[in-house]
């Protein structure tokens, strides 16, 4: 009934050959076109990569999520990578886990990290193939990043947003400083 409807044609093409070329539109619509909600100073929280794309705001762990939903929708895959950072961004401050994307690209058959986070006064991220350009290098002691490549969300990440109704209180007063499994 709809088959039509759902058809790939001439001009209404989605299938592309080019992987690079959608992993790096993907890449910049998370972190453009989604608000990070500190940088905004938004309240709501949003848990899902759905809710993340309805509401267009959510924090780094969400926003990594709707980077893999997008590109796992797309055929490519991508999991979730962690670090450890100070609050603030500077020493004596405490800690938190930042979340960023692993993605694999087919046609380079190789693994990449992309931290669509979003920029801002401080943080600047892009789009690269070649070198890893994120929101949070590594600079102060106690950070620490995971390396890691997880296929699905840490799940005391999750339980930190489904627990809380307030993004700004919650980014002031309730970010873990180590993955689940640390615990």
């Not at 938004?42 to 590109?71: F, H, M, P, Q, Y």
């Not at 943080?123 to 890893?132: C, G, I, P, Q, W």
Request: charged share 30%; glycine share 4%.
């Amino acid at each position: 009934m709809y088959e039509e409807y759902l058809k790939e044609s001439e001009f209404i093409d989605y299938e592309s050959e080019d992987d690079i070329d959608l992993v790096r539109r993907a890449f910049y619509f998370v972190r453009d076109e989604i608000r990070h909600s500190a940088d905004v100073i938004d309240r709501r929280v949003t848990v899902t990569a759905s809710e993340c794309l309805r509401e267009r705001v959510g924090i780094c762990w969400v926003k990594s999520n709707l980077l893999a939903a997008l590109l796992r929708a797309n055929g490519i895959p991508s999991g979730i990578s962690h670090q450890r950072i100070t609050i603030g961004h500077k020493p004596n401050t405490g800690f938190c886990i930042h979340a960023l994307n692993t993605v694999y690209v087919p046609s380079l058959k190789k693994w990449i990290r992309l931290d669509a986070r979003g920029n801002n006064s401080i943080v600047h991220t892009e789009f690269s193939l070649d070198k890893e350009i994120l929101a949070y290098p590594i600079s102060f002691v106690g950070e620490k990043d995971y390396f890691d490549n997880s296929a699905e969300p840490d799940p005391g990440l999750m339980k930190v947003l489904k627990e809380n109704t307030d993004a700004l209180y919650m980014y002031i007063l309730c970010l873990p400083d180590r993955l689940a499994y640390e615990y």
